[in-house]
């Protein structure tokens, strides 16, 4: 009897609509696991705490002006345990693929909705970790991307 209500779950779980969401936000929990900070995310970590904020959104403002608001955002991210800035990044792959679907999917949702998840992990996730460093690249580019 509760192994039948267990299965059943299971199975209503498993053709939820949003479930591929859930297997795409596991994998990305599972990538942070393996990756640590690199390249610009060391050098923002570092700067963050080296000098004063408003020091910091300065400089942002004559290298970079657009991008005064993003630079300490993720140099707080990137200066503090990565495990904070994964469970936020975690958070805004998961609501992209739902908003994705929420913009796109009309029907057979279940099955667009694995088309959506697959066409996010064909994203470079090496690239992101090798160049600019994972940290900085997501706040950059995907989270803008995700909530504007």
């Known amino acids: 009897m509760i192994l039948a ?3 059943s779950k299971i199975f209503k779980m498993m053709h939820w609509e949003y ?9 990305i929990l599972l ?9 610009d995310d060391i050098t ?8 004063p904020i408003l020091t910091f959104i300065c400089d942002a403002y004559n290298s970079w002006s657009s991008r005064i608001i993003i630079m300490p955002i993720a140099a707080f991210f ?3 345990p990565f495990w904070l800035f994964s ?7 998961f609501l992209l693929s739902f908003m994705i679907s929420k913009l796109f999917v009309y029907d057979n949702n279940l099955k667009t909705n694995w088309v959506i998840v697959f066409l996010l992990a ?10 600019a460093g994972w940290v900085v690249t997501s706040v950059h580019y995907l989270w803008p991307l995700t909530l504007v």
Do not use: D, Q, W
């Open 5 to 7: 209500v267990i299965r």
């Open 19 to 27: 479930f591929p969401m859930l297997i795409f936000a596991s994998f």
């Open 31 to 39: 990538l942070h696991l393996f990756v640590s900070p690199s390249g």
């Open 44 to 51: 923002y970590g570092n700067v963050f705490y080296k000098e």
């Open 78 to 80: 990137a200066g503090n």
């Open 87 to 93: 469970i936020i990044n975690v958070l805004i792959y």
């Open 122 to 131: 064909c994203v470079p996730f090496v690239s992101m970790m090798t160049t």
